[in-house]
């Protein structure tokens, strides 16, 4: 007969083998934790940096693209046939849009539910939990939903102060 699950080996552990095995896990999910603040730290570190260098630069490109602004509509006959210039780095001038719609979405639910507008918005649904809960408790079974019963079931938690450190370590807030 094939055994299906020896635990021998963990019978004959003794109390102090599961606390090492427990520090073990700890200090791993702790490693865990410092280099995924490690990566936060520098990504924040990186954003930041990003956002300052290109923070002048984009004043200025946003200087620039006004002044370009203001050349063509000062000179609308030098960009009639072609209506945009050609530059070695791009174009610039006169292209036509269609009209368009900005729509306010709170603005636009709230009119359509004032005014019994119904086309307008769509309705979503939602699954409400508690009901759900209410009704399999009643015994009722309902597709997709699994009932786990109430028991005993293994727990493992690292300090929540001991993470906090790491991050704290890691990031210096």
């Not at 019978?11 to 791993?28: N, V």
């Not at 620039?64 to 791009?90: D, M, S």
């Amino acid at each position: 007969m094939a055994t299906i699950n020896d635990n021998r080996k963990y019978k004959a552990m003794s109390e102090a083998d599961g606390d090492k095995l427990f520090g073990e896990y700890a200090k791993t999910i702790l490693d865990i934790t410092a280099i995924a603040a490690q990566a936060d730290a520098d990504k924040a570190r990186i954003e930041a940096e990003k956002n300052r260098k290109t923070e002048v630069l984009q004043a200025a490109a946003d200087r620039f693209k006004q002044e370009l602004e203001r050349y063509i509509t000062a000179n609308p006959e030098r960009f009639q046939n072609p209506r945009k210039r050609k530059h070695e780095l791009g174009t610039y001038g006169y292209h036509s849009v269609r009209a368009s719609v900005s729509i306010i979405d709170d603005l636009v639910i709230d009119f359509a539910l004032a005014h019994n507008r119904p086309e307008l918005i769509v309705t979503t649904h939602k699954v409400v939990k508690d009901a759900v809960k209410d009704a399999v408790s009643a015994g009722e079974k309902l597709p997709g939903v699994t009932r786990r019963p109430a028991g005993e079931r293994i727990n493992l938690t690292v300090k929540k102060e001991a993470i906090e450190a790491v991050e704290r370590r890691i990031t210096g807030k």
